[in-house]
């Protein structure tokens, strides 16, 4: 099935280190959406974006939704050792039904 | 508000066997996608129910099928199963919106496992 273009694929970084992960499609998508999955759990919302250019912030996360609408990036400042996880980017088209597209996930870890 | 929950947590089948598996929705949500995610991928796109009806199917075979009930929580059937089927399946719910959609939450998962 089809997957987004998501990098890099696993990041080993030190605590209190920002970080910059990436997603990139070859269709246009409406939303582009930002998750967390930890093991054992289902991914966790983290932001949705709604409209090109847009740039959004939770807390310490701060993503962009591309201007083409083909691509989107997540950063994350300051690491702390409970951001470990698989971080998805996804992208959503609108009217019809809500077809989600996953990339294949940053697998990020962070040194104490 | 009552998040998404997905029953059973873990399931251990063989090939051949038939499988449900049931999901009940967040409060307030009209819709329910269903998603495969194998060992290190991300999740597939499986179908998506809404009104009690199919409203959308990815690349998957017609061995997976699924309902929605009025009280808008679902069942994902897989019959026939082969070991290509192990994976963790994942529910979702939404509310879908006239002319558009909604962010999607996820359940804890499913872990399928075909022996």
């Known amino acids: 099935g089809q997957q987004l273009n998501q990098s890099p694929q696993s990041m080993f970084i030190q605590e209190g280190e920002d970080v910059s992960m990436n997603c990139t499609s070859s269709s246009i998508f409406n939303t582009w959406l930002w998750y967390k999955q930890e093991p054992g759990e289902g991914p966790v919302l983290l932001i949705a974006?709604?409209?090109?250019?847009e740039l959004t912030s939770n807390g310490r996360l701060t993503a962009q939704f591309g201007i083409t609408r083909k691509d989107s990036f997540l950063n994350i400042s300051a690491s702390i050792p409970s951001d470990v996880g698989i971080y998805f980017c996804?992208?959503?088209?609108?009217?019809?039904?809500?077809?989600?597209?996953f990339g294949i996930g940053t697998k990020l870890q962070v040194i104490p | 508000e009552t998040g998404v929950t997905q029953s059973p947590t873990h399931l251990i089948k063989t090939r051949g066997q038939q499988v449900t598996l049931r999901c009940s929705s967040q409060?307030?949500?009209?819709?329910v996608s269903w998603y495969q995610q194998a060992l290190g991928q991300g999740p597939q796109f499986i179908f998506q129910y809404y009104r009690e009806e199919e409203n959308g199917r990815g690349n998957f075979p017609p061995r997976f099928s699924g309902l929605q009930f009025p009280n808008y929580s679902s069942e994902l059937n897989v019959n026939a199963l082969e070991l290509d089927d192990s994976a963790l399946y994942l529910c979702a719910s939404s509310f879908k919106l006239a002319g558009g959609g909604n962010e999607q939450f996820f359940g804890p998962g499913t872990r399928l496992t075909v022996l």
């Open positions: 996804a992208g959503q088209t609108s009217g019809g039904y809500q077809k989600v597209t």
């Open positions: 409060s307030g949500h009209n819709t």
């Open positions: 974006l709604y409209k090109a250019g």
